[in-house]
């Protein structure tokens, strides 16, 4: 398939245990974002890659979410000792986002997400 | 800054009428807009997407929204309810290129009634 892919699709952690949640998005895409959707919300924005540099994490609760994309595809979002509260839904993006000819790519495409139930 | 609202977190309609969902966007730059849906345990669907041009735009399932810049406005609609148009909806609005976070609005619960 040629969409964003993520794993797993459901983690459920106990409290107090680490996560790492995997992205894999569209060959060739510059931007990966990653979000989380808590129950009954609408996503929030919690950190922005272009291509592997992290250039906004200013949606990351706590130093305990840590995200990376190491060589500028694949991101994996950590989150260490988890908590109850950060149960929810976490969505990966991608975006192409490179103005050429003088069109800019402005759409996300959103993988399925990884639900996660800390208990 | 950036920010959505949606109003009405359930909206309720029978099959084959109007469907309305509001949405409401703020934005000190030029926005580009979209409206996604959401099926349970599924990923979000793209609908459609004003960026420039034609203020009305039409998506996929007979869904339109119209960007209505005097009122901060990008409505989504369809003439006709179908059952399986139940889901949650999601607008969504960004700055023009790709590199911006989406801020999304708090959803709207679609339910359809036979």
């Known amino acids: 398939g040629a969409g964003v892919s993520q794993s797993p699709r459901y983690k459920v952690a106990k409290r107090g245990q680490d996560v790492a949640l995997r992205c894999d998005p569209i060959s060739g895409h510059v931007s990966l974002f990653w979000y989380q959707q808590a129950l009954g919300q609408g996503p929030e924005f919690l950190t922005y890659?272009?291509?592997?540099?992290?250039?906004?994490k200013s949606g990351l609760p706590s130093d305990r979410f840590f995200a990376e994309r190491p060589e500028g595809s694949v991101s994996t979002l950590k989150i260490q000792r988890t908590q109850q509260e950060d149960s929810a839904v976490y969505l990966c993006?991608?975006?192409?986002?490179?103005?050429?000819?003088?069109?800019?790519?402005?759409?996300?495409?959103f993988g399925p997400g990884t639900r996660l139930t800390v208990l | 800054a950036q920010s959505v609202t949606q109003l009405g977190s359930h909206v309720s309609v029978s099959e084959g009428a109007l469907v309305l969902l509001r949405c409401n966007y703020s934005s000190s730059v030029p926005p580009y807009l979209f409206w996604y849906v959401q099926y349970p345990n599924q990923g979000l669907q793209l609908l459609l997407k004003?960026?420039?041009?034609?203020?009305l735009v039409k998506g996929i399932n007979g869904f339109e929204a119209e960007f209505k810049k005097s009122e901060t406005s990008f409505h989504l609609t369809k003439p006709s309810a179908h059952m399986s148009d139940a889901a949650e909806y999601f607008c969504?609005?960004?700055?023009?290129?790709?590199?911006?976070?989406?801020?999304f609005g708090t959803g709207t619960r679609l339910k359809v009634l036979a």
């Open positions: 890659f272009q291509n592997e540099a992290q250039l906004d």
């Open positions: 969504a609005v960004t700055r023009g290129s790709g590199t911006y976070k989406y801020i």
């Open positions: 993006a991608s975006s192409l986002a490179l103005a050429s000819g003088g069109i800019s790519y402005n759409e996300q495409f």
């Open positions: 004003y960026t420039t041009g034609a203020t």
